[in-house]
């Protein structure tokens, strides 16, 4: 993801007819959001499939629905 908002910054400020440090600061710009927000999705998808991938834990001995003599 990153490297295509690199490669789309840079040919968009070719085209826009930019200076050479502009187009390369917003590409680089560009290239460094875009790589923070990519790891961030890709930590929350690895996080969510170990989550559902995982044995389920084992419930509690207890039922709280029924009823006992000391609920009063």
Do not use: H, Y
């Amino acid at each position: 993801m990153a490297l295509i908002a690199f490669a789309l910054c840079l040919v968009m400020g070719i085209e826009a007819e930019n200076d050479f440090s502009t187009t390369i600061a917003r590409a680089l710009k560009a290239l460094a959001v875009t790589f923070m927000v990519g790891w961030l999705i890709g930590t929350m998808a690895q996080r969510m499939l170990e989550e559902n991938l995982s044995p389920p834990a084992k419930k509690p001995e207890k039922d709280a629905s029924k009823p006992k003599a000391l609920d009063r």
